[in-house]
C-alpha cells in the first residue's frame, strides 16, 4: 500500500479507503476487514472443537459418572454441571467477543466513511 495517492499524488495514511483530498477510493479495506473477521471466526471455529476433544479425553469426570460408589458418582455429577455451566459460558464469551470484533470493525468503517463525507 502506497502512502501517496495514486490519482492526485497528495499523502495519504495507510488506513485510508478514500483520498481525503480528491475522495478517489483507495482500497477495498471494509471488505479485507470482513475477511480478517472471518478468517478470526473460522480458525476459532476449527481450534475450539479440537481443544474440546483433547481436554475431553484427559477428563476424569466422565470414570467418576458411570462409577458405582454413590460418592464417586456425586463428583462426577457436580462435575458435569460445572462443566456445562463452563461451555455455556465459554460460548456466550466467545459470541460476546465475535460481535465486539464486528462491531469495532463495522465502526471503524463507518467513522472513516464519515468523516469524508462519503
Ligand atoms: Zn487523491
Known amino acids: 500500500m502506497e502512502n501517496i495517492c ?10 485510508y479507503y478514500f ?3 480528491c ?6 479495506a471494509p471488505l479485507s476487514t470482513t475477511v480478517a473477521t472471518q ?5 476459532f471455529s476449527i481450534i475450539l472443537p479440537m481443544l474440546c476433544f483433547i481436554f475431553a479425553k484427559k477428563w476424569p469426570g466422565i470414570k467418576y459418572f458411570k ?5 464417586a458418582r456425586k463428583i462426577g455429577q457436580i462435575a458435569w454441571i460445572i462443566l456445562v455451566l463452563s461451555t455455556i459460558i465459554t460460548i456466550w464469551f466467545a459470541v460476546v ?15 472513516d466513511l464519515g468523516q469524508y463525507g462519503l
Open 6 to 15: 495514486p490519482v492526485c499524488h497528495q499523502p495519504i495514511l495507510p488506513q
Open 19 to 21: 483520498c481525503p483530498n
Open 23 to 28: 475522495g478517489v477510493k483507495l482500497n477495498s
Open 39 to 43: 478468517v478470526w471466526i473460522y480458525a
Open 67 to 71: 462409577s458405582n460408589d454413590p460418592k
Open 97 to 111: 467477543v465475535t460481535q465486539r470484533v464486528i462491531k469495532t470493525s463495522v465502526d471503524n468503517i463507518n467513522s
